[in-house]
Each structure stands twice: as structure tokens, then as C-alpha cells.
């Protein structure tokens, strides 16, 4: 026996269910918090390092395991890194080719400066609707789309 609720079946709102739940979930982002980090495709030291990346880097935690943590980066690539190589501190990258940070969280607020892909900001706060106020390590602050970087 299906039962129903108004036009969905129990099966299409369990799936709802189950989508908002996990929508629900705070992403746990962070950055590297030293000059060169290794990141690994098992959780030990022995396993076969995949990349280096450098301080600022930012990563999603995936998965906490004692002294790793499996992180995921902005081109969406799993690896493990040690804990101790991660700071609280969170960072976002540039991913479209040329990212506008305004002066003020509007589309038609005065430009503060333009980031090239890549480039790291440091996210000071989310503004309103879908901006991030960020700061450039040179010190200037702005408003960015969120759209247009990730980590936040």
C-alpha cells in the first residue's frame, strides 16, 4: 500500500526530505595555515603524496578522521591532509576569468578592483544576498558575488 500526501507519494517527499537535510548541513571550509602543505590519497604520511599547496589555499573539509582531514578543493579533486596544516582562517579562490569586487554589496556600486582567476581572498563576512565582503592581501577590501568565488 503507497501512501500519499496530497499529490506526492511518500517516496518523492522522503526525497525532499532527505535533500533539504542535507542542504541544511554547514560546509565546513578552511585554508592551509602553511607555506607548503602536502596533500595525500590515503590519511597517513606514507600514503602517495598528490599535490603541494601553498598557505591560503582554501579546502571543504569532507571527512575527520583523528590527525586528517579529507579535504576537496575548487576543482571539486579529494585528497587527505594533515589537521595541523589547516587555520580556521577562510579563504576563497577566484573562478571565473576576471571577478569585479565592488565597493559596496550592489552590482552598480563603484569597482574597488578586479581578481584574476586564482587569486585567493581572504572573506571578511557574507554581506547581503549573494555577496562576500573580501580582502586582498595587499590590504583592499570589497564586495564580490559569491558566484564568482569559491570557498564560502
Do not use: C
Not at 42 to 62: D, H, M, N, R, T
Amino acid at each position: 500500500m503507497t501512501a500519499r500526501l496530497g499529490r506526492f507519494s511518500t517516496g518523492v517527499v522522503s526525497s525532499l526530505l532527505l535533500l533539504a537535510a542535507t542542504s541544511a548541513v554547514a560546509l565546513d571550509f578552511r585554508s592551509v595555515a602553511v607555506d607548503r602543505a602536502i596533500l595525500y590519497d590515503a590519511p597517513s604520511a606514507k600514503a602517495k603524496p598528490l599535490f603541494v599547496v601553498g598557505k591560503y589555499y582554501p579546502v571543504e573539509i569532507i571527512v575527520n578522521l583523528d590527525q586528517w582531514a579529507k579535504v576537496r578543493d575548487s576543482s571539486g579533486g579529494l585528497a587527505w591532509i594533515e589537521k595541523k596544516s589547516l587555520a580556521d582562517a577562510r579563504m576563497v579562490v577566484v573562478t571565473v576569468p576576471r571577478a569585479d569586487v565592488r565597493q559596496a554589496a550592489d552590482p552598480n556600486a563603484p569597482l574597488a578592483f578586479q581578481a584574476e582567476r586564482d587569486v585567493v581572498l581572504e572573506l571578511v563576512e557574507t554581506a547581503a544576498a549573494g555577496w562576500l565582503k573580501v580582502r586582498h592581501r595587499d590590504g583592499q577590501v570589497g564586495y564580490v558575488l559569491a558566484s564568482q568565488v569559491w570557498g564560502a
